[in-house]
T-cell receptor, first 114, second 111 residues
Framework: KAGVTQTPRYLIKTRGQQVTLSCSPISGHRSVSWYQQTPGQGLQFLFEYFSETQRNKGNFPGRFSGRQFSNSRSEMNVSTLELGDSALYLC?????????????FGSGTRLTVV | KNQVEQSPQSLIILEGKNCTLQCNYTVSPFSNLRWYKQDTGRGPVSLTIMTFSENTKSNGRYTATLDADTKQSSLHITASQLSDSASYICVVRVNDYKLSFGAGTTVTVRA
């Protein structure tokens, strides 16, 4: 079956702009989690959505937001971009909330803020 | 301070050789520990998962060990191949859901 699909793969934005990233989970998976990965910080948890509801949230400012649709697809939005937001953004899907049976990651969206 | 520490930060090995990566954690209570392999520009892929009661888990040439008493885990790569060049990430799941990630070990396999 198809894996986790993230679009776009690469993105270049200017400081102050906003960006929306998309994640389509594995068919049948209802949980989608988002992570930010940078060389200095490693993987950091942003938030998790399950059945269109945000279930968990990491320690990121309110500029980072997300949502999940009825088909389990999820979007992540970052407003007022800063240079430090440059990172690989990964989403991971899981059959149930809290990744009890593990996560499958997408290939990520590489965001560069200039 | 990160609750999951991995060492070394990076290592270079010759093709065909073995290597061992370390993961020490302080999180509690412990639910499970996973090792992920992340190729450059790709998302992490799960290699092994171990619960509190498991000591060893293998996946091909990858063997993970867990000592829940000392809170240490290792990932052993046998007969390394060029395709093993990647970042290896240790992830510990706490009982109340929280996931703690290690910073990863970058492995470079040279011919």
């Amino acid at each position: 079956k198809a894996g986790v699909t993230q679009t776009p793969r690469y993105l270049i934005k200017t400081r102050g702009q906003q960006v929306t990233l998309s994640c389509s989970p594995i068919s049948g998976h209802r949980s989608v989690s988002w992570y930010q990965q940078t060389p200095g910080q490693g993987l950091q948890f942003l938030f998790e959505y399950f059945s269109e509801t945000q279930r968990n949230k990491g320690n990121f400012p309110g500029r980072f937001s997300g949502r999940q649709f009825s088909n389990s697809r999820s979007e992540m939005n970052v407003s007022t971009l800063e240079l430090g937001d440059s990172a690989l953004y990964l989403c991971a899907s899981s059959p149930f909330v809290q990744g009890e049976y593990g996560y499958t990651f997408g290939s990520g969206t590489r965001l560069t803020v200039v | 301070k990160n609750q999951v520490e991995q060492s070394p930060q990076s290592l270079i090995i010759l093709e065909g050789k073995n290597c061992t990566l370390q993961c020490n954690y302080t999180v509690s209570p412990f639910s499970n520990l996973r090792w992920y392999k992340q190729d450059t520009g790709r998302g992490p892929v799960s290699l092994t998962i171990m619960t509190f009661s498991e000591n060893t888990k293998s996946n091909g040439r990858y063997t993970a060990t867990l000592d829940a008493d000392t809170k240490q885990s290792s990932l052993h790569i046998t007969a390394s191949q060029l395709s093993d060049s990647a970042s290896y990430i240790c992830v510990v799941r706490v009982n109340d859901y929280k996931l703690s990630f290690g910073a990863g070990t970058t492995v470079t396999v040279r011919a």
